[in-house]
């Protein structure tokens, strides 16, 4: 299956990044996050200018955790994001997803990534379910 990358609108991005609508924008208007015309004539990012810009402000902290609309879920621990990298071989494929501040990779076949269409720039969602959770408190000063 071959998908088409597509732009984000600068809600859509909001979303996906975990900020405001008028945080995107400043990003844009400041020239951090470049921009294009959609169809419609409304400002657009690129897909792939998106994901570079996702992996940048996370490392920066800059980011705060987005929440897409899911229609229906059964793990109870989801990540929407962005897709940020993905490493083929012959069998298997490493896909990094960018969410909001957190960066989430998944190891799965190579097959699966294809049909899948997961490139960079590709909206998906990280769903983690498991037997086993580690909680941790972080050092208070």
Do not use: H
């Amino acid at each position: 299956m071959v998908t088409t990358v597509p732009n984000y609108r600068i809600s859509e991005a909001a979303v996906l990044l975990g900020v405001s609508d008028d945080t995107v924008r400043r990003w844009a208007d400041s020239g951090r996050l470049p921009t294009v015309r959609d169809d419609a004539g409304r400002q657009a990012i690129e897909a792939t200018e998106l994901a570079r810009f996702a992996s940048e402000a996370s490392s920066s902290n800059e980011l705060a955790l987005g929440r897409a609309p899911i229609a229906g879920e059964s793990a109870r621990n989801r990540f929407p994001g962005i897709v940020t990298r993905v490493l083929r071989d012959g069998v298997m494929a490493q896909v990094e997803l960018q969410c909001g501040p957190y960066r989430v990779v998944s190891l799965m076949s190579r097959e699966a990534a294809d049909e899948l269409g997961l490139e960079p720039g590709v909206l998906a969602v990280g769903a983690v379910k498991a037997t086993n959770v580690v909680v941790e408190l972080p050092v208070r000063r």
